[in-house]
C-alpha cells in the first residue's frame, strides 16, 4: 500500500517527509565487539625475562606491529633484544567477508520533472506497507541481509632452544576479531595487549574487547 502526494511537492513537505522516515526507522541496538583469545603453554617461560621479537614479513603494517609488541613487553618487565634466545614470531592471517542483500526495504520514492519553458512537477510516494520488502510500518519478508564480516587472526609464537641445533616451542597463542567500523590496523593493533598479558599461560575462548 502506497500514499501519493499531488503535483507540487514543497521543500517543507520533502522536509516533513525524511522526518517521517527518520521517526519510523529502526535504529540497530549497538553492542559492544569483542574479541576471542586460546593460548596453549607447552612449557614454563625462562626466567631471565629476555626476548626477541620478530614478525614473518617485513612489512611496514607488521613493523609497526613489532614495535606495539616490543613496548607491550617492556611494560610487563621484559628486556627486547634481538640477539636473545627466546624468540617471539608473530603473524596476520586475514579472512575477506562477504554479503548477499535481498530485496531493500524503502520509505519514500522522490520524483521531479521539469520542462524548458520553465514550471516543474514533484511527487512523493510513501511506501506504508508492503509484505515483501517492508514499508514504514512493517519490515516484510525481504530485505534481508546476511553479513560475513572480515576477519583477522594475531597469530603468535615463542620459542626458545632445546639443546644444540633444537627448539622448544614454549607458548602459542591467537586473538581473532570481526572487522566493524574500525580500519584493520587499529583491530589488529588492540589484540596484541590480551595476548602479552596472557604470555605464558593456557586460555580457552576468553573474551575481550576490540575498538567500535
Known amino acids: 500500500m502506497t500514499l501519493r502526494s499531488g503535483s507540487s ?5 520533502f522536509v516533513l517527509a525524511l522526518f517521517v522516515v527518520t521517526l519510523f526507522a529502526e535504529t540497530p541496538t549497538a553492542t559492544a565487539a569483542q574479541g576471542k583469545l586460546q593460548a596453549v603453554s607447552n612449557k614454563p617461560l625462562p626466567g631471565n625475562k ?3 621479537v620478530r614478525p614473518l614479513d617485513d612489512s ?3 613493523l609497526k606491529l613489532m614495535r606495539r609488541f616490543e613496548q607491550a613487553l617492556a611494560n610487563l618487565g621484559y628486556r627486547v633484544s634481538p640477539k636473545s634466545d627466546l624468540v617471539l614470531t608473530f603473524e596476520i592471517v586475514d579472512e575477506l567477508g562477504a554479503y548477499t ?4 526495504r524503502y520509505f519514500l520514492e522522490l520524483q521531479a520533472r521539469g520542462s524548458r519553458t520553465g514550471g516543474e512537477d514533484a511527487s512523493a510516494r510513501f511506501n506504508v506497507f508492503d509484505s515483501k520488502t517492508g514499508g514504514i510500518i512493517n519490515k516484510g519478508r525481504g ?12 597469530k603468535v609464537t615463542v620459542d626458545g632452544p632445546a639443546g644444540p641445533g633444537r627448539l622448544d616451542r614454549y607458548w602459542q597463542g591467537t586473538a581473532t576479531g570481526n572487522l566493524g567500523a574500525s580500519t584493520n590496523e587499529t583491530l589488529i593493533g588492540a589484540m596484541v595487549q590480551p595476548l602479552i598479558d ?6 580457552r575462548n576468553k573474551s575481550f574487547p576490540l575498538p567500535d
Open 50 to 52: 629476555i626476548i626477541a
Open 101 to 104: 542483500v535481498s530485496d531493500q
Open 198 to 203: 596472557h604470555l605464558g599461560t593456557t586460555v
Open 60 to 62: 611496514d603494517e607488521s
Open 9 to 13: 511537492l514543497s521543500f517543507a513537505t
Open 143 to 154: 530485505g534481508t541481509k546476511v553479513v560475513t564480516p572480515s576477519k583477522y587472526r594475531l
